[in-house]
């Protein structure tokens, strides 16, 4: 019975009991009384027992509340923000500060298909922002079974503006970073590129990968921090200028392919690097079929005459030959078979420095034969091109070479055919033959001198770099190199004209031509090699390296030099001034 009801009941039993003794009747007044007094009392605990329920769970959930608001995002969810399923991956600059590839924010659209209502009316209305989108894949992803779908990622700001307006049930968006390249094709194959992850793929976006940034994205210790830039050794102006010679030669001379290098003989580093065909980064699936193909270091080729300035030092430095020796070049050289002559024979005894300027396969031949097989082989290797080259970029190939060396070999691999290598590796070893001696692995990142003297190997001596600077500067004033010249910059080099291997032969209207330069020659602060594949014109109408690979070189002297830090030099003793009319 309630309390309510009880107090009617005695009331009413009070009533009809008015007439009766005052005794009862009091008795029944005093019950009434202790009956009230002590519900009252009940009644006022229970209230007060529920006040301080409802403050207790008031003051947890008021605890939570700041406990939540003090911590930071991490500690309150098993889920990161969204920043973090895509973390920043640190900017590449140049070497003067220049942005290569940063990081721009975008989104991603998704869908959860057990919210979806409508699929078919979802994937029309989707059409009409996105009319390239595969409707059948994207019907099957909203009829799944799952709960999370990718449909669209790295969406534009437009396409997200619209889509949102659609207002389709199921369908959200997730925040994203995108990696971005400014300067397009400009360095694609140094830079590299990323994949729909932001995870590297080539080049140096690679190398940073495998420096760790890899492994602490699977594990989840990255964020969306900014992280401290990585810095390389190229130069984006000097490979601006690179670039567009490279590309603008293998239009011109009508070409299957072109690359050049810029590097600094005395700490390693490449300046400029470009391989052409490229693509661009920012879009790398449409450059797939060709432009991939890093050429400079991931492509290996007989680079023909550029091997006998490796050749000459190598008879130079064994001791056995010196420059003022002669040897014998007026008829071929027959042997297992085959005839080995000179391409513009002057049919007469040449003197070393003829046997280069002239560039005689047979003369090269003969001073190697004087070394001997062995001796060859150790020069090659010790100057790094026989082996694998060692730096940052992931796309390097191993160079080939005769599973065993004969008399035959050794005098082909002489002038440049049976050895097969990089450009990149032929440039580093001509560094060594340029700067003292001292063979430096080429880096992408900066590097002091004092840095690059620890590293180096020494692998010929002094005095026979300075006749290979004679030799260079020769070859270029007198020789072949000819139209690489650029007044006020002492350049000097080796012509590199190789028939091109065609179904297992050699062919005869094929060329693979390169360039082997160096300047200012009198003290080479830089080495620059063009290469030109299979061209079909040059300059003059000829299609020798003499004619396009040499006139590249000069082209990209003559517009970097300045931005390098080279001053011209003019008249005998450099002293003269260019005087303006």
């Known amino acids: 019975m309630s309390f309510l009801s009880r107090i009617m009941d005695l009331k009413s039993k009070a009533h009809f009991s008015a007439g009766g003794n005052n005794n009862r009747t009091g008795a ?4 009434f009384e202790g009956t009230r007094k002590r519900s009252g009392s009940q009644a006022r605990s229970r209230v007060a027992v529920i006040i301080c329920c409802f403050g207790m769970v008031y003051a947890v959930i008021g605890g939570r509340l700041v406990q939540y608001g003090m911590a930071s995002p991490e500690t309150v969810s098993s889920i990161g923000p969204a920043d973090h399923l895509m973390a920043s991956r640190p900017d590449i600059v140049d070497r003067n500060g220049e942005i290569l590839a940063t990081d721009i924010r975008t989104v991603s659209l998704y869908a959860e298909p057990h919210k979806i209502v409508d699929a078919d009316e979802a994937v029309e209305m989707l059409a009409t922002v996105m009319p390239d989108l595969d409707r059948r894949g994207i ?9 999370f779908q990718w449909l669209k990622r790295q969406l534009t700001p437009k396409q997200q503006s619209r889509i949102l307006a659609l207002g389709i049930p199921g369908v959200g968006f997730r925040p994203e970073k995108r990696r971005f390249y400014p300067g397009g094709v400009t360095a694609s194959h140094v830079v590299g590129h990323v994949n729909i992850d932001n995870r590297g793929i080539a080049g140096m976006e690679r190398y940073i990968d495998s420096q760790g940034l890899a492994d602490l994205a699977a594990i989840g210790m990255t964020s969306d921090a900014k992280l401290e830039p990585v810095r390389l050794s190229i130069d ?5 200028i690179v670039r567009d010679v490279v590309a603008t030669g293998m239009e011109k001379y009508k070409a299957l392919a072109a690359g050049a290098v810029v590097m600094d003989v005395n700490t ?10 490229d693509y661009d980064p920012n879009n790398p699936a449409a450059g797939a079929k060709d432009g991939w193909m890093n050429r400079m270091s991931n492509g290996t080729f007989e680079m023909g005459s550029t091997f006998k300035s490796f050749t000459t030092a190598m008879a130079l430095d064994s001791g056995k030959v010196k420059i003022t020796d002669s040897f014998d ?14 391409f513009h024979g002057k049919h ?12 005689s396969n047979i003369g090269t031949a003969k001073m190697a034969d004087v070394v001997g097989i062995a001796g060859h082989k150790e020069f090659l290797t010790r100057l790094g091109l026989l082996t694998r080259m060692e730096t940052e970029l992931p796309e390097v190939k191993t160079p ?3 599973r065993e060396w004969k008399k035959i070999n050794s005098i082909t691999i002489s002038f440049g055919h049976g050895v097969s290598t990089t450009p990149l590796q032929t440039a580093v070893a001509a560094a060594a033959l340029m700067n003292g001696g001292r063979l430096i692995n080429p880096t992408f990142l900066p590097r002091t001198a004092e840095e690059a003297n620890e590293i180096a190997k020494v692998v010929v001596n002094p005095d026979t770099v300075d006749k290979m600077r004679y030799l260079f500067k020769l070859n270029a004033n007198d020789g072949s190199g000819r139209r690489a010249l650029v007044p006020g910059f002492n350049v000097g080099g080796k012509t590199g004209t190789a028939n091109k291997v065609v179904g297992g032969r050699y062919s005869n209207t094929q060329n693979f031509n390169a360039f082997l330069s160096a300047f200012p020659i009198d003290d080479p602060k830089y080495v620059v090699l063009t290469f030109i594949d299979a061209p079909q014109t040059g300059e003059g109408g000829g299609r020798t390296a003499g004619l396009n690979a040499a006139p590249m070189v000069g082209e990209i002297i003559r517009r970097s030099a300045s931005l390098l830090g080279v001053k011209p030099k003019f008249g005998e003793d450099g002293s003269a001034l260019l005087v303006s009319y």
């Not at 984006?236 to 601006?240: G, S």
């Not at 007469?348 to 560039?359: A, D, G, M, N």
């Open 139 to 147: 019907y099957r992803k909203l009829t799944s079974k799952s709960r």
């Open 28 to 31: 029944n007044r005093q019950v």
């Open 268 to 277: 390693g580093e490449i300046l400029a690097m470009a391989s052409v065909p």
């Open 236 to 240: 984006l102006r000097v490979q601006a």
């Open 348 to 359: 007469r005894v040449l003197t070393v420095p003829e046997i280069f300027q002239y560039s």
């Open 329 to 342: 070049a007026r008829a071929p050289i027959r042997i297992g078979g085959f005839t080995i002559k000179d």
């Open 400 to 402: 080939s070479q005769p």
